[in-house]
């Protein structure tokens, strides 16, 4: 049977509630978004040191309890917890010693203990270890004061990690350098992982020059793309860089084409917003299904959306489309608000929402309700300890030099309004992220 064709992009704004292309709150834009993407399938086993940011395909399940056996927590004595005197000082024998990977265990009769060390597995009848600064040593004895140790104090047990046959890492996680080390516990060499979700992506107009290139008179570097590059990095997924792409239907129909036949989906700034020359928006209604939105959002109002193919009416794959407005900051931002998310989900990755944290704001900004709006603003933490943001000056969407200035987002939600010097206000730090 043939595999069911996905939904037509007025099907899926069909299900989204509150549709209105011409001013589509974020939340509804995600909604359609997710809706939209598919996902990678495609599976791929790798050594364990290649797998770092990939995405698990499936679960790891442990084949043994970790750690295997009951072992010791410190260096010390164990011994057994019943033995412990709550008014009095215990005093042992010292039988032997054990240390880890020792495969005879000593062995201790009622009234002795063993002398051990740091992951030795505990010898038989023996649940309790007292760290060694805490014992009174003479001769071939200890003394351990009332108090100082409970009974089963300072021991790990058996499967206490992980459990044979527990899930030790789900799919769809993003592997983070812990992983490989839980991974190496379970003797995996290999892991199986979703292949790397492809991205094209390239910028257009006339005005754009790469770096290197003359700048004529009217004209401007291209910084699109690399600021597109780094957040793309950031994710892991595999890049197609293909230059600036001049306003030209032939020049835009050939690389759409190629980026539709070459990647997962495809990523481009400027060429979609009212005004503008209707090239851009023109190839990509023919090469597929393309929805042209106005969000409700500032900065980063334009932006397209849909699947197009490698020509127009060509059957088979097509790629994911997310056509950004043209200045710089609205780039980022709607890249953060809109895309990030999307290309995580394509990837297969569990979702991984962007952590916020509360702050003060300095100074007092002005917001209508009815869309959400992104500023630029610098985090620090007042004398008190507690979070504070000012705005980093003019939020105009093609001043670049401020949002490299800021450490974050201040983020004034969709029916939030003025927000008075003080107020707490959500912001989407910087660190890790950009």
Request: glycine residues 10%; contains cysteine.
């Amino acid at each position: 049977m043939a595999d069911a064709l996905p939904p037509s992009l007025q099907e899926i704004a069909e299900r989204v509630a509150g549709y209105d292309p011409k001013s589509l709150p974020v939340a509804q834009a995600r909604e359609f978004i997710d809706r939209l993407v598919p996902r990678v399938q495609a599976v791929e086993m790798l050594a364990l040191r290649s797998a770092l940011g990939r995405v698990l395909a499936r679960d790891i399940v442990s084949d043994f309890d970790v750690p295997a056996h009951d072992n010791s927590a410190m260096d010390g004595y164990a011994l057994r917890g019943a033995e412990l005197s709550a008014t009095a000082a215990t005093v042992l024998q010292v039988a032997g010693s054990g240390f880890a990977g020792q495969a005879d265990l000593a062995s201790a009769a009622p009234g002795q203990c063993v002398r051990i060390m740091t992951g030795a597995v505990m010898p038989p009848g023996l649940d309790t270890v007292v760290p060694q600064e805490f014992v009174t040593l003479d001769g071939d004895r200890i003394s351990v004061a009332p108090g100082v140790v409970r009974s089963g104090d300072n021991r790990r047990l058996a499967g206490e990690d992980l459990a044979r046959g527990e899930a030790a890492l789900a799919a769809g996680r993003v592997l983070r350098p812990a992983d490989l080390g839980l991974l190496a516990s379970l003797g995996r060499a290999e892991v199986p992982v979703l292949r790397r979700l492809r991205v094209a992506f390239f910028s257009t107009g006339n005005e754009l020059r790469s770096i290197g290139e003359p700048l004529d008179a009217g004209c401007v570097y291209d910084s699109n793309r690399y600021t597109l590059w780094g957040m793309l990095q950031r994710l892991g997924v595999e890049l197609i860089d293909m230059g600036v792409v001049r306003d030209d239907p032939v020049a835009l129909a050939s690389a759409f084409g190629a980026a539709a036949r070459d990647a997962d989906a495809v990523i481009t700034s400027g060429g979609v917003s009212v005004g503008e020359a209707d090239h851009t928006k023109q190839v990509m209604a023919e090469l597929g299904d393309v929805l042209f939105w106005r969000i409700a959002m500032r900065p980063g109002r334009p932006m397209a959306i849909g699947r197009i193919a490698t020509a127009p009416g060509a059957r088979g794959h097509h790629a994911i489309l997310f056509g950004l407005p043209g200045n710089p900051v609205a780039v980022m931002v709607t890249f953060y608000a809109l895309v990030r998310d999307a290309l995580l989900a394509m990837s297969g990755a569990t979702a991984q929402p962007l952590p916020m944290l509360r702050a003060a704001s300095l100074e007092a900004i002005r917001k209508k309700p009815g869309r959400t709006e992104y500023q630029r603003g610098i985090v620090a933490r007042a004398a008190d300890g507690a979070w504070q943001v000012r705005i980093t000056g003019s939020q105009g969407s093609g001043i670049l030099r401020s949002m490299s200035e800021a450490n974050g987002l201040v983020v004034l939600h969709h029916a939030q309004g003025d927000v008075a010097a003080g107020e707490l206000v959500d912001v989407l730090p910087f660190d890790g992220l950009v």
